[in-house]
């Protein structure tokens, strides 16, 4: 069984800090998703990385792959209420066909 | 273009019945993913069907069973339900083909209690 540990579960934070949300595998993923998921709904796609070393931004959101494709981390610049959310990494493995595989999320609250 | 829709959105069942679970996926996405959301397990995986066939399984009992229909739309049974099968079910569709496999895009998901 692969497992995607994320850390940290929970984080509150006052608005305008910086945060950095970490997703790490004993396994090379294929390609790692981001999502974010708020309460009642289902899970949104913030963006996929593929190559080792890739970082990607979104805003005040970046993301990065590592070099050996095994973790990946989620910085916020600034964080803002409207941040607020459950953020999800998940990714693929080379052996696991077109399933992903969910880390157990980082609940995130940024209070005014 | 509209994104996945699930129905229903909240269903209450008793335990030892059965329950169906509907998806139909995004306009032109051929690969259907069922996954159950718990608080304690997190995002599990179900399975995946593409062009009518589960394509991957995960590690669930066969009480829990799906299809997908001609025109992609996919539904997931559960039967003789358990207190535990209480849970956010969602789909999540996608084009499905090798080199585009890579982003899923969820459903709100049906929110199951059994009782």
């Given at each position: 069984t692969q497992l995607l540990e994320q850390s940290p579960q929970f984080l509150s934070i006052q608005e305008g800090e910086n945060l950095t949300v970490y997703c790490n595998s004993s396994s090379v993923f294929s390609s790692l998703q981001w999502y974010r998921q708020e309460p009642g709904e289902g899970p949104v796609l913030l963006v996929t990385v593929v190559t080792g070393g890739e970082v990607k931004k979104l805003k005040r959101l970046t993301f990065q792959f590592g070099d050996a494709r095994k973790d990946s981390s989620l910085h916020i610049t600034a964080a803002q209420p409207g941040d607020t959310g459950l953020y999800l990494c998940a990714g693929y493995y080379n052996n696991a066909g077109n399933m992903l595989t969910f880390g157990g999320g980082t609940r995130l609250m940024v209070k005014p | 273009k509209a994104g996945v829709t699930q129905t229903p959105r909240y269903l209450i069942k008793t335990r030892g019945q059965q329950v169906t679970l509907s998806c139909s996926p995004i306009s032109g996405h051929r690969s259907v993913s069922w996954y159950q959301q718990t608080p304690g397990q997190g995002l599990q995986f179900l399975f995946e069907y593409f062009s009518e066939t589960q394509r991957n399984k995960g590690n669930f009992p066969g009480r829990f069973s799906g299809r997908q229909f001609s025109n992609s739309r996919s539904e997931m049974n559960v039967s003789t339900l358990e207190l535990g099968d209480s849970a956010l079910y969602l789909c999540a569709s996608s084009l499905?083909?090798?080199?585009?496999?890579?982003e899923q895009y969820f459903g709100p998901g049906t929110r199951l209690t059994v009782t």
């Open positions: - | 499905g083909l090798a080199e585009y496999s890579y």
